[in-house]
């Protein structure tokens, strides 16, 4: 279970690629001519922005646009509502495309379609905005009806084009990829439309012109082409569609097309990739290579709900197993090193690290001395990321991908309890990750069953306190009474939730009065299933350069088994599938219970941990009438025992070191040196950081609820030779221990 051996493999192979994340989180791990240790740290090393409120020249527009955060249109001239698309100008400049306004058909027919010529002014920290290029078409390529259509310039507005994407070809001029259609537009240098609109040969969406009768569009609305990425030849053009189609039964798959601009006409060539949830989207693509790209794969939250703002890159000659292009992390944009505290004080997420938790991350590009420029669309006046009640500003990022010595591995492991819980409502990717984000070396999944055998992350398998199901009056026949390890629970069980039907609920703090702060993640994120979790953590880096482990538990397995729904089996499914099932792969698999782990210990090579509760027994010997308690199984012969089936043991806390009647820690027991001895590592079990969790000697007052001193308690239990913890609170245990 040691972490150092568990994750050298896998962690090899994801640190070999180009570019992945470290400290702050990238990792191109390599070595300096002396041979040491290296990673790829993104930094923040430049930073410019546009108020939100700047309004360029041209004719009043958003009379239609939905008010919020204190601005109501119309608006005295054009409004720039950040970039969805960028172009490098090669001389320090850019240029930069705003999309349709302000975010359907019905409200932005005053919004001019431009492409702005833009230069940030990196040492005062402003964006200059100068020129502008008017999208039109007085040669009326376009047959179909447009706002404009009875002038002469014919200028395209909002209304007639959602444009979302950019590509400069070497003539100077320009290929758009929009999404009302989608279309690839095809504008010279002046902005003027060269010829008719592409139509997609993959569908349409429900605003495509085209659209007849009955016709069922097979394309969402709003999720064309929001990624276009063109080869350095300028022959070749990547969209990649920013949703699924409505009719693919994988719902994480996006598609990219190849487009041929000398024959114009698409080559029939595709690539699938693959999102860590359904909802997530492409935001941008940029060709780096002959076959390599960048793509931004983010979510649709913003500020601290912020969870998957990630840059990627993929090479269209490298799929997996299942198809989909692989993908390797170049940064979390949530996680930024900012060492200069550049921007520090404009909001939330603006000193070290820096963040860039706006909702819309639309941008990237790759300068020509290889750094990285990030922009956001702000969806004006509507995003307010940064300070609540305040439009977002439009920002641009330049981050360099920087190499540094790579930290030390603790000998410490530190596993984010059911991810971040402390933070985030527990078993959410937004938990997990910001574990992630906190230095975990492992996140924690516990695991049930839906009713169609997928197994899921929930503390347990009843979730009337973890998701709102018991205020949907859809599932409220669901409600039931089992009898789960000898108890009696009533409330609403997975077992009785397809996974469809499991994916509409939303996630909620399991513990509202101990962490108020969490209800404000109340309703947002979905329950996730295992094989979501395992692909965070195999894209994901751990700030010690190492690929970050899962340490799935599975929960109630007697139960499960009695049935028909056995969590063994579709786990090591899982761990297959996900490339996880090897001997030195960065997984534990934990359980309360004996005969489930003896039986994984025949089926795979993973690492198992016999996890020890401070009273009772495992419920599969009390169902056989074994009369042996977890007291018995911490004893020299006990340990004995579980030492020819497991690696290690997850101990209660009370175990190790037991508590004074006057709640203070008292003297430690022989566990961790009886279980050292046989082979066995030492894992404990669980540090939060709230007085009521705390031994007295650690309490910071009264209030149970209050922060005390967890870094104080996680020593003394370090000292007694404890060799990893759960923990709430994966940042303070990742500091504690190094």
Not at 318 to 324: E, S
Not at 472 to 491: C, H, K, L, N, P
Not at 687 to 713: H, K, T
């Amino acid at each position: 279970m040691r972490r150092t051996a568990a994750l050298s493999v896998l962690a090899a192979a994801v640190t070999a690629a180009l570019l992945a994340p470290t400290p702050a989180i990238a990792g191109d791990r390599g070595g300096d001519q002396h041979g040491r240790h290296t990673v790829v740290q993104p930094t923040l090393v430049a930073r410019a922005t546009l108020s939100a409120d700047f309004l360029a020249p041209g004719p009043p527009s958003g009379a239609l646009a939905t008010p919020a955060n204190g601005r109501q249109g119309p608006f005295a001239g054009q409004v720039i509502p950040g970039f969805s698309g960028m172009v490098d100008a090669g001389d320090g400049t850019f240029w930069a495309l705003p999309d349709n306004g302000f975010g359907t058909k019905a409200n932005s027919a005053d919004f001019l379609l431009r492409i702005y010529h833009v230069t940030p002014q990196w040492t005062s920290g402003q964006i200059e905005v100068g020129e502008f290029l008017s999208l039109r078409d007085p040669d009326h390529k376009v047959d179909f009806p447009i706002v404009n259509d009875a002038t002469p310039d014919r200028l395209l507005t909002g209304a007639d084009f959602d444009v979302e994407s950019v590509v400069r070809a070497k003539d100077g001029s320009f290929w758009i990829g929009e999404e009302f259609g989608p279309f690839l537009l095809h504008v010279d240098a002046t902005g003027k439309l060269l010829a008719a609109p592409v139509p997609f040969v993959g569908g349409k969406s429900p605003q495509n012109p085209y659209l007849q009768a009955g016709e069922t569009p097979n394309v969402r609305a709003s999720r064309g082409f929001e990624a276009l990425a063109g080869s350095r030849d300028g022959r070749f053009l990547y969209p990649i569609t920013e949703g699924t189609f409505v009719d693919d039964a994988q719902q994480r798959r996006r598609t990219i097309y190849e487009f041929d601009t000398t024959t114009g006409a698409y080559t029939g060539r595709t690539w699938a990739y693959q999102t860590h949830q359904d909802a997530n989207v492409i935001g941008d693509a940029f060709l780096t290579g002959k076959r390599e790209l960048l793509v931004i794969e983010r979510d649709d939250f913003q500020g601290a709900a912020a969870v998957m703002k990630r840059v990627y890159r993929i090479d269209l000659d490298r799929t997996d197993a299942d198809g989909y292009v692989r993908k390797t992390l170049v940064l979390d944009a949530l996680k930024i090193a900012n060492p200069d505290h550049l921007g520090a004080g404009d909001g939330y997420g603006t000193d070290d690290p820096f963040s860039l938790p706006v909702q819309s991350f639309e941008t990237v590009v790759q300068l020509r001395d290889g750094r990285l420029l990030l922009a956001n669309d702000n969806n004006y006046p509507g995003n307010a990321a940064r300070i609540a009640g305040t439009p977002d500003d439009t920002e641009l990022a330049l981050v360099d991908l920087r190499q540094v010595r790579a930290p030390k591995a603790g000998d410490v492991t530190v596993v984010g309890h059911r991810g971040a819980s402390g933070y985030r409502p527990e078993h959410t990717l937004a938990s997990y990750e910001l574990a992630i984000q906190q230095c975990a070396d492992y996140i924690e999944p516990d695991l049930v069953s839906t009713k169609d055998g997928v197994l899921v992350a929930r503390h347990e398998n009843e979730i009337s306190g973890t998701t709102d199901v018991s205020a949907r009056a859809e599932f409220a026949d669901r409600r039931a009474t089992r009898t789960i390890d000898g108890r009696s629970v009533t409330g609403w069980f997975t077992e009785d939730f397809t996974l469809a039907e499991l994916k509409t609920l939303r996630a909620k703090e399991r513990l509202p009065a101990v962490r108020p702060a969490n209800t404000a993640f109340d309703g947002l994120y979905e329950v996730p299933t295992l094989d979501e979790v395992l692909d965070l953590g195999r894209h994901s880096v751990s700030c010690d350069g190492q690929a970050v482990g899962v340490y799935p538990e599975t929960k109630h397995p007697t139960y499960f088994d009695s049935i028909g729904l056995s969590l063994e089996e579709p786990l090591l499914a899982q761990l297959t599938a996900a490339g996880l099932n090897e001997k030195r792969s960065p997984v534990i698999i934990q359980s309360f219970e004996t005969g489930n782990l003896r039986e994984l210990d025949r089926l795979t090579k993973v690492r198992l941990a016999q996890l020890v509760d401070c009273s009772g027994a495992p419920y599969d010997l009390v169902a056989a009438g074994d009369p042996r308690t977890y007291a018995d199984l911490v004893t020299r012969t006990g340990l004995r025992e579980i030492a020819t089936y497991a690696d290690g043991v997850g101990l209660c806390k009370d175990r190790m070191i037991p508590r004074n009647p006057d709640a203070t820690l008292g003297t430690p027991t022989s566990v961790i040196r009886d279980a050292h001895k046989v082979g066995l590592e030492v894992h404990g079990w669980t540090f939060r950081r709230e007085n009521q969790f705390l031994p007295a000697e650690f309490r910071s007052s009264a209030d149970p609820n209050a922060v005390g001193d967890l870094a104080g308690e996680i020593r003394v239990f370090v000292r007694a030779g404890m060799d990893g913890l759960f923990s709430d609170n994966p940042d303070i245990a990742a500091a504690t221990v190094g």
